[in-house]
């Protein structure tokens, strides 16, 4: 008889309770390993999140878990990985090529809280165009945390759509 299977339900125990939360990472040089709270154990390869692979073990080793439990968050490279991505066999797309980015700015905390108020908008709205946490935009507002790269080659458009709604601005009042 199968394990599956059962003669009769009343013999059954209950089932163990499912769940995506992540209770631990490990990463080594080839592979992402999430801890489950159901006690499951998920590893995918390194190279199914491009962003990880290319970073240094100690950006690799710096992550958060985010505090409902279902994703993990790597702030030096602003990557965002799920258990469910894994136990579903999704690797991170790596962008199509693109031209080579230019050297981001620097951004010091005035300069983002200048930029995200004269777009008009929350900490988390600017955290939703960015793909990054709110906490992560007060972070950087506060000066507890710097931009990545990636984020602020980012402010860098979103600052130059802010300019540019700002000079709009100006012609439609001259």
Same mark, same amino acid.
Do not use: C
């Given at each position: 008889?199968?394990?599956?299977?059962?003669?009769? +339900?009343?013999?059954?125990? #209950?089932?163990?309770?499912?769940?995506?939360?992540?209770?631990?990472?490990?990463?080594?040089?080839?592979?992402?390993?999430?801890?489950?709270?159901?006690?499951?154990?998920?590893?995918?390869?390194?190279?199914?999140?491009?962003?990880?692979?290319?970073?240094?073990?100690?950006?690799?080793?710096?992550?958060?878990?985010? +505090?409902?439990?279902?994703?993990?968050?790597?702030?030096?490279?602003?990557?965002?990985?799920?258990?469910?991505?894994?136990?579903?066999?999704?690797?991170? *797309?790596? *962008?199509?090529?693109? #031209?080579?980015?230019?050297? +981001?700015?620097?951004?010091?905390? =005035?300069?983002?809280?200048?930029?995200?108020?004269?777009? =008009?908008?929350?900490?988390?709205?600017?955290?939703?165009?960015?793909?990054?946490?709110?906490?992560?935009?007060?972070?950087?507002?506060?000066?507890?945390?710097? *931009?990545?790269?990636?984020?602020?080659?980012?402010?860098?458009?979103?600052?130059?759509?802010?300019?540019?709604?700002?000079?709009?601005?100006?012609?439609?009042?001259?």
């Amino acid at each position: 008889m199968s394990t599956a299977v059962t003669a009769d +339900p009343a013999d059954e125990s #209950p089932s163990p309770e499912v769940s995506e939360r992540i209770s631990g990472v490990e990463v080594s040089e080839e592979e992402i390993t999430f801890e489950l709270t159901d006690g499951r154990v998920v590893s995918v390869p390194l190279s199914w999140s491009w962003r990880l692979e290319e970073a240094t073990p100690e950006e690799r080793q710096n992550f958060e878990i985010s +505090p409902s439990g279902y994703s993990v968050h790597w702030p030096d490279v602003d990557e965002d990985l799920s258990a469910r991505g894994a136990l579903r066999g999704t690797p991170a *797309p790596r *962008p199509r090529s693109a #031209p080579p980015a230019e050297e +981001p700015s620097e951004w010091t905390p =005035g300069r983002i809280k200048q930029v995200r108020e004269s777009l =008009g908008v929350s900490q988390g709205e600017l955290a939703s165009r960015m793909g990054v946490r709110q906490a992560t935009v007060s972070d950087w507002e506060t000066g507890k945390q710097s *931009p990545s790269p990636m984020a602020r080659r980012l402010l860098d458009r979103l600052a130059g759509g802010a300019d540019a709604e700002a000079t709009e601005g100006d012609e439609v009042l001259s």
